[in-house]
């Protein structure tokens, strides 16, 4: 969260470019970091037990209602503006890294469990 802020803390001026990419670079930070923070939630709400959907959804949410805050405070921050589509673009984000995390973690833990039958029961 403090990385994330960090960054819509910086003036429109200091971004940097990156050509014909910018969007593409931008928008994929944005999700990138929504990503991991949505793990974050969920590894918090989950602490290590069987996955739940609503788990799934709470993470995304508070993942969701983060990016609505920063996007409020990006609007206090020279040449920068608010944009509901980078919210749109973070939940996205959240929801698609949450996912493969959640079908990477439950791919390791089956292959755990058929390597050491004892261990998953």
Not at 65 to 91: K, L, M, N, W
Request: aromatic share 12%.
């Amino acid at each position: 969260m403090a990385i994330i802020y960090r960054a819509s803390a910086t003036p429109g001026s200091d971004l940097p470019t990156f050509g014909a990419w910018d969007f593409l670079v931008k928008k994929g930070g944005h999700m990138l970091g929504y990503a991991l923070l949505a793990s974050a939630y969920f590894h918090a709400l989950n602490k290590g037990k069987r996955m739940t959907k609503s788990q799934f959804i709470q993470a995304v949410c508070l993942a969701s209602i983060y990016a609505a805050s920063d996007e409020f405070h990006q609007r206090f921050t020279p040449g920068r503006t608010a944009s509901i589509d980078d919210v749109c673009i973070d939940t996205i984000g959240a929801t698609i890294g949450l996912a493969l995390w959640c079908w990477i973690r439950k791919l390791h833990k089956s292959a755990v469990r058929s390597q050491n039958p004892e261990f998953g029961g």
